[in-house]
């Protein structure tokens, strides 16, 4: 639709598997289908399917749920390419406002686990990894959101790395990619890498610190 845009497999016309559903939430401002791209190509190359939504005012989390209702519209069109090719369980994520529309739509049935960016504030209690920087100004409310998130979660701080730049660090996508292939998945050689004491994430040199909580 005019209001969503798809990143997705170049070959998922192709494919004989459901590809996991990423909803995304622009941060305050960045509005369109495109602001975030390195990042959407990362998971889009690792099998996910992300679904954007243009507004660049996600705080209450009706956009990342508008952007999947998309998307899964478009597994039932047989002239779609992705038609029966998407998992109908879906992850929720997104930067700065667009992170704190994660943890307000996290409560959607359809999401299985949470990825809020430099910004978050009390949602559902899904497995939920937190993303923060030492320089991202959002800090202290997802360290907080953190802190009183009642089911599993990890929270990953950045060395470095301003408020912008939060969702482009290497070492974060890099677990953001094993969990995904975790939650989503369903495979058990990366849950073994992100869950409990988060291993994967004592392998990546470019962060300060990384605290799990509830496995």
Same mark, same amino acid.
């Given at each position: ?15 004989? &598997? ?14 369109? $289908? ?24 996600? =705080?209450? $989390? ?16 047989? !002239? ?70 009642? =089911? ?7 060395? =470095?790395?301003?408020?912008? !730049? ?31 004491? &988060?291993?994967? &994430? ?14």
């Amino acid at each position: 639709g005019r209001d969503v845009t798809i990143h997705y497999p170049s070959d998922i016309a192709n494919s004989n &598997c459901l590809h996991g559903v990423i909803a995304w939430g622009n941060g305050t401002g960045r509005s369109g $289908g495109s602001n975030y791209m390195q990042t959407f190509r990362k998971w889009a190359s690792f099998g996910f399917v992300v679904a954007v939504h243009h507004s660049g005012s996600s =705080g209450s $989390g009706g956009p990342h749920k508008s952007a999947l209702t998309a998307v899964l519209n478009e597994s039932s069109k047989a !002239s779609s390419p992705f038609y029966n090719r998407l998992n109908p369980k879906a992850a929720i994520s997104g930067q700065s406002q667009g992170g704190l529309g994660t943890s307000a739509g996290s409560s959607d049935d359809r999401f299985v686990t949470a990825l809020p960016m430099a910004g978050a504030s009390k949602g559902a209690s899904k497995p939920s990894l937190f993303l923060t920087s030492q320089s991202d100004f959002m800090k202290s409310g997802t360290s907080s959101a953190y802190n009183g998130h009642s =089911g599993a979660g990890t929270l990953l701080i950045a060395k =470095g790395t301003s408020h912008a !730049s939060v969702p482009f660090h290497k070492g974060m996508l890099n677990v953001s990619v094993a969990w995904y292939r975790c939650f989503l998945n369903k495979n058990e050689d990366a849950c073994n890498l992100v869950k409990n004491d &988060c291993s994967i &994430c004592s392998s990546q040199s470019d962060l300060a610190e990384f605290k799990t909580k509830n496995w």
